[in-house]
């Protein structure tokens, strides 16, 4: 098995399905505890963990010891809290995990034990920048707020962001990133907004749409974050 340095790392086989289909020598090396392996570009492998924090944590450990990458990209959909258009790109600065909450011991609210943080940054981000700079699409930074539930519009959304001030929502990213830091690796996310929960007329939720740029965005990003 040959070591790789770059994983990207995806929750669903649909939000994976399209980076596969482009790249015909794409195959899947191997299945692990229900995580797929698929060779992709170069020393770039790609990953699908499942949905939510334990599934995307456990997808993490995994490539980190079979592979010994580097870095881990975090990929995928995000509801937005603000009023943007479906598929616009964002790239993390941090996240927060908003469904940890340990205050009774007189904790933050967030604070996760162990590493004794609320706030997981990305690695590298004004390279990051950069790069999605030189690729030339539009695309907003901020803060992903990660917990074990679909966010919709409500008092649940609502509280999440006067909390935590979160640009973005979403199950996974947050507990990758928390792998990594135990683990020295560096962790970035890049996501697509899917849905908006707050400002528009109705709820709406448009995987197609917001899978429409992302993983051609996703895999120029890793070269070049690469190189």
């Known amino acids: 098995m040959c070591d790789a340095s770059i994983a990207l790392l995806y929750a669903m086989p649909k939000e994976i399905d399209s980076l596969l289909r482009e790249l015909p020598g794409a195959s899947l090396i191997m299945t692990v505890a229900g995580v797929n392996f698929y060779t992709i570009s170069g020393d770039i492998i790609a990953v699908t963990g499942g949905i939510g924090k334990v599934n995307a944590a456990m997808a993490a450990q995994l490539v980190i010891e079979r592979f010994h990458v580097s870095t881990i990209i975090n990929v995928g959909v995000a509801g937005c809290f603000r009023n943007v258009d479906i598929g616009t790109l964002i790239l993390a600065d941090k996240f927060v995990q908003h469904d940890v909450d340990t205050s009774g011991c007189g904790d933050p609210v967030g604070l996760v034990s162990t590493v004794n943080?609320?706030?997981?940054?990305?690695?590298?981000?004004?390279?990051?920048?950069?790069?999605?700079d030189k690729i030339g699409l539009p695309y907003l930074v901020g803060t992903?707020?990660?917990g074990d539930w679909f966010a919709t519009r409500g008092e649940r959304a609502?509280?999440?962001?006067?909390?935590?001030?979160?640009?973005?929502?979403?199950?996974?990213?947050?507990?990758?990133?928390?792998?990594?830091?135990r683990n020295d690796?560096?962790?970035?996310?890049?996501?697509?907004?899917?849905?908006?929960?707050?400002?528009?007329?109705?709820?709406?939720?448009?995987?197609?749409k917001a899978m429409e740029n992302l993983n051609t965005v996703a895999l120029k990003f890793a070269r070049m974050i690469n190189g």
Not at 121 to 132: D, E, F, G, I, S
Not at 159 to 167: A, K, N, S, V
Not at 172 to 180: D, F, L, T, Y
Not at 187 to 200: E, M
């Open 144 to 146: 992903g707020a990660t």
């Open 158 to 181: 609502k509280w999440i962001h006067d909390t935590f001030r979160p640009l973005f929502i979403e199950m996974e990213g947050a507990a990758i990133a928390q792998v990594c830091m």
């Open 117 to 132: 943080v609320v706030e997981f940054p990305t690695a590298a981000l004004p390279k990051a920048q950069t790069v999605l």
């Open 185 to 208: 690796v560096a962790f970035l996310a890049l996501k697509s907004v899917s849905d908006c929960l707050f400002g528009n007329d109705r709820y709406d939720f448009n995987f197609p």
